[in-house]
């Protein structure tokens, strides 16, 4: 009999929920149903019209038992629903939050040291060698600014502690996946063949291999181009000293911009003509002239074709070069190629706040006048003890910082980035105290300085 079928009222007991439609129409056809056994019990009277009757009330409260079923289920299936609604919402503001703080990491760098996997190494020329380095995480890399630097913290075998040293970015900041430094082994001076040679940079040329982790802090210093200047510039980069240049003039190629550019490269011969092909890259701006100058080019060496002029990169090269001295002039290199150019950019009428330069050893150029700053006045002409060393030596104002003093006096301090970030030159102070020429941005421990960035107050006395 069709009444009888309870196909639908079962599947909602399952999890299906009744549509309105079909509720409405299970309501009538039990409405029908009364009708029915009213007229059943009149149409066949007695025992047995009772018999259908209670039969056919069986089957309707049956009915409204399943239909109470599908309601609970239907309930139950919508607070289901919103319960998972919330947990969508709550994982996507969860995942939003995440991506957010991911992005604000990768915009300010991270802090301490992160691990970096060697991807490439590549030799340059001569002892100089590229590396390409790629985050391990495989995490986004920060964006730097040009001729910014890295801080390496190495695990050299035999060292009783890591050494810290910088190197410069030496590829544009549109890489989004690798950052590069190029390293020059730097031997034993000349005048002191039985000193040994450098201990980072043989450690980068001889032992650091494709596939090595390395302990890196993000990108920092205060010698960088100004991507949001239009002014023209001048770039002058002395042997491993192009690598924060090449950065420069790759950042403006690459961003599209048509500032004028004049990037100055001086190396002895090809043996020393570091990152070639993307000097050579470079010739095809319009916007860009590079001048590559050997001043002992070997019998091989091919003008025009390895190098565009004999000799040094010296004011007199600017002059006649450049139409004017009316650009903002960025320099690194070794002493002696900043101190030249330096005095001769002065003396061009070059306003000292367009000469920027960046110093990879003991920063032999100075001032005019030796900066002083709110922070930090020149210092009295007082006397440095330096006790370990046994050397009592007088110290005046015309030096620039406690490093560099104790370096031209051949006193040995390490050091790393120059800039009071790495730590790496604190001394304690046995007596007396310093001015700080800039905050650190590491402070030392109490009772030591950061010799590269502070000055004498008066007399002092260092552990060193
Ligand atoms: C901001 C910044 C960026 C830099 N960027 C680059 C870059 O891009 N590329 C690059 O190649 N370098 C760069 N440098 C330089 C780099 O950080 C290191 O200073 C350089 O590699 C030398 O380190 P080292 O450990 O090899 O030499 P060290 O061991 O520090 O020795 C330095 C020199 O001292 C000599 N020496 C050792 N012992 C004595 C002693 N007892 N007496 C006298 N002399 C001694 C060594 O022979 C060597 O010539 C940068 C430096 C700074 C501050
Ligand atoms: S050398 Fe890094 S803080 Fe002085």
């Known amino acids: 009999m069709p009444w009888q079928s309870g196909a639908k009222p079962d599947n909602a007991a399952v999890g299906t929920p009744a549509s309105g439609a079909e509720e409405a129409a299970s309501k009538s056809s039990i409405c029908n149903r009364q009708a029915m056994v009213e007229q059943l019990q009149t149409a066949l009277g007695g025992n047995l019209g009772l018999a259908l009757g209670y039969t056919?009330?069986?089957?309707?409260?049956?009915?409204?038992?399943?239909?109470?079923?599908?309601?609970?289920?239907?309930?139950?299936?919508?607070?289901r629903q919103q319960q998972l609604d919330r947990e969508r919402l709550e994982t996507l503001v969860l995942a939003a939050k995440y991506r957010y703080k991911e992005a604000q990491e990768v915009i300010q760098g991270w802090n301490g040291y992160r691990k970096f996997t060697v991807s490439q190494k590549s030799g340059e020329c001569e002892d100089v060698f590229s590396f390409y380095l790629m985050p391990h995480d495989?995490?986004?890399?920060?964006?730097?600014?040009?001729?910014?630097?890295?801080?390496?913290?190495?695990?050299?075998?035999g060292r009783d502690k890591p050494v810290v040293r910088c190197y410069s970015l030496s590829d544009s900041p549109t890489r989004p996946d690798c950052y590069r430094v190029t390293i020059k082994r730097e031997k034993a001076p000349p005048d002191k063949p039985d000193v040994p040679n450098g201990v980072a940079s043989g450690f980068f040329s001889d032992h650091v291999k494709e596939g090595d982790l390395l302990n890196v802090k993000a990108p920092t210093g205060h010698f960088y181009l100004d991507m949001t200047k239009n002014t023209p510039i001048c770039l002058l980069g002395g042997g491993v000293g192009l690598t924060p240049m090449l950065s420069m003039a790759k950042a403006v190629a690459e961003s599209g911009s048509k500032r004028e550019v004049w990037l100055f490269f001086g190396c002895r011969?090809?043996?020393?003509?570091?990152?070639?092909?993307?000097?050579?890259?470079?010739?095809?701006?319009?916007?860009?002239?590079?001048?590559?100058?050997?001043?002992?080019?070997?019998?091989?060496?091919?003008?025009?074709?390895?190098?565009?002029?004999?000799?040094?990169?010296?004011?007199?090269?600017?002059?006649?070069?450049?139409?004017?001295?009316?650009?903002?002039?960025?320099?690194?290199?070794?002493?002696?190629?900043?101190?030249?150019?330096?005095?001769?950019?002065?003396?061009?009428?070059?306003?000292?706040?367009?000469?920027?330069?960046?110093?990879?050893?003991?920063?032999?150029?100075?001032?005019?006048?030796?900066?002083?700053?709110?922070?930090?006045?020149?210092?009295?002409?007082?006397?440095?003890?330096?006790?370990?060393?046994?050397?009592?030596?007088?110290?005046?104002?015309?030096?620039?910082?406690?490093?560099?003093?104790?370096?031209?006096?051949?006193?040995?301090?390490?050091?790393?980035?120059?800039?009071?970030?790495?730590?790496?030159?604190?001394?304690?102070?046995?007596?007396?105290?310093?001015?700080?020429?800039?905050?650190?941005?590491?402070?030392?421990?109490?009772?030591?300085?950061?010799?590269?960035?502070?000055?004498?107050?008066?007399?002092?006395?260092?552990?060193?």
Request: glycine share 8%.
């Open 56 to 79: 056919l009330l069986a089957v309707l409260s049956s009915q409204l038992v399943l239909m109470a079923c599908s309601a609970a289920a239907r309930m139950v299936h919508e607070r």
């Open 138 to 157: 495989r995490k986004a890399l920060p964006p730097f600014k040009p001729g910014q630097y890295l801080t390496f913290s190495l695990e050299i075998p």
């Open 269 to 464: 011969s090809q043996g020393e003509h570091m990152l070639r092909e993307d000097l050579n890259k470079l010739r095809r701006f319009e916007n860009i002239r590079v001048v590559v100058c050997y001043s002992r080019p070997a019998k091989s060496d091919v003008k025009g074709e390895d190098y565009d002029r004999e000799g040094r990169v010296t004011i007199d090269l600017l002059k006649e070069m450049l139409p004017s001295s009316n650009y903002e002039f960025f320099m690194c290199g070794n002493g002696a190629f900043m101190k030249a150019l330096n005095d001769g950019l002065e003396a061009w009428g070059v306003p000292e706040k367009d000469i920027h330069y960046e110093a990879f050893g003991p920063a032999t150029v100075k001032k005019k006048a030796a900066p002083a700053t709110t922070t930090a006045a020149a210092g009295p002409a007082c006397k440095i003890v330096f006790a370990k060393s046994g050397k009592e030596l007088a110290w005046s104002p015309a030096h620039a910082n406690l490093l560099d003093f104790a370096l031209e006096q051949g006193l040995r301090i390490e050091s790393g980035c120059r800039a009071g970030s790495c730590g790496v030159c604190s001394v304690a102070i046995k007596s007396g105290s310093v001015d700080y020429i800039k905050p650190p941005d590491a402070p030392p421990e109490g009772g030591s300085c950061l010799t590269c960035i502070c000055r004498p107050k008066g007399d002092l006395v260092l552990d060193a």
